[in-house]
């Protein structure tokens, strides 16, 4: 990672600030201590929404993803999955009760086992719905409310009439991914977009969308002027090493980072072990990790593939080992 691919925009390293956005099954709390421990430079990490199930209870990974005790050493932010206000105010409260005094509203989501059940981005279309939620909560709970939302469900021509509703309550912050659900992660985000939004927003905005490189932060940056803050998900999966690069924070020598990102595997293998039942479980949730993990490697591609073929933990510990030994020699395969 040469210097050059620093960031260098206008903007002043000591208003820069990163935030680690929340992938379901990807950035439990697992994955953000280790983060946390082995490369730093996010200023808030947002945990996987929570979300009441349909008898009202909260799945016992959901509470443990949240937990103080699992969360120490990194400011957290949890994120809740509601729609109606019953269910907001139960889930913020439940969230003040474990020390948070700050919460995340999910508005972005754009699953549709989520949206179909009026959940996540399924609520965009509805912005009366929306302003009668934050109605009837904000006044019940005793935490600082931020909103993560994309440009609607179906097409950007929602994000206007929900912002007139964001516009009457004292949000701290309004994180707005410039995609439509139905575009999934496809297409180019709405840069355009985001620049109207930005102009109609009372609140304080906060880019979320496609920053994989430094060069990608600084033409954003360039465009958008004003905004200092980011936040980041793919990318940082992809890159641990990436909010430390944008800050221009020092960072190791080939083998420095070669033993930095095995640490990293390491940390993380070994506590799924502790906690996942079955060998089986344990290869898909380390798979998926790979899937991102894959990136840090000269060719990612291989590199991935040799974690897929791996069929049991002695062959996906020989993968892991080829896998560190090309990084070490940065081979291309």
């Known amino acids: 990672m040469p210097r050059d691919h620093y960031f260098c925009s206008m903007q002043k390293e000591s208003e820069l600030k990163i935030y680690f956005a929340p992938l379901q099954e990807s950035t ?22 929570i979300v009441r199930q349909n008898d009202g209870t909260i799945k016992k990974s959901h509470l443990r993803d ?15 999955l509601a729609g109606k206000s019953e269910d907001f105010i139960f889930l913020a409260r439940l969230l003040q009760d474990n020390g948070y005094n700050e919460i995340n509203w999910n508005l972005g989501c754009p699953y549709p086992m989520v949206t179909n059940k009026g959940l996540g981005s399924g609520l965009l279309p509805h912005p009366d719905k929306i302003k009668s939620i934050l109605e009837e909560s904000l006044p019940k709970i005793n935490c600082k409310v931020s909103v993560k939302l994309r440009t ?6 929602e994000i206007f009439k929900v912002i007139e509703v964001l516009n009457d309550f004292s949000l701290i912050e309004i994180i707005l991914h410039p995609r439509f659900a139905k575009q999934l992660y496809r297409e180019i985000p709405d840069e355009d977009l985001f620049v ?10 906060i880019y979320n969308g496609d920053i994989l490189t ?9 465009q958008f002027g004003d905004i200092t803050t980011w936040m980041i998900g793919r990318g940082i999966l992809k890159n641990p090493f990436l909010p430390q690069l944008l800050k221009n924070d020092p960072l190791p020598e080939n083998d420095g980072r070669a033993e930095i990102l095995r640490n990293f595997h ?20 380390m798979e998926k990790f790979w899937s991102y993990f894959c990136f840090a490697f000269p060719n990612a591609h291989k590199t991935f593939k040799r974690i897929k073929k791996a069929a049991n933990l002695v062959k996906y510990e020989i993968a892991v080992n080829e896998n560190f030994q090309k990084l070490r020699n940065n081979e291309e395969d």
């Open 28 to 49: 439990d709390f697992i994955y953000r201590s280790a983060h946390a421990k082995y490369f730093g430079g996010v200023d808030k990490y947002f945990a996987p929404y």
């Open 66 to 80: 949240i937990k103080q005790e699992n969360n120490l050493g990194y400011p957290l932010v949890p994120q809740i």
């Open 152 to 157: 609607g469900l179906k097409s950007h021509d």
């Open 196 to 205: 109207a939004v930005h102009k109609a927003l009372k609140n304080n905005l």
């Open 214 to 222: 430094a060069e990608d932060l600084n033409r954003l940056n360039i």
């Open 266 to 285: 390491d940390e993380i293998f070994l506590s799924h072990s502790k906690l996942l039942s079955g060998s089986s479980h344990l290869l898909m949730r």
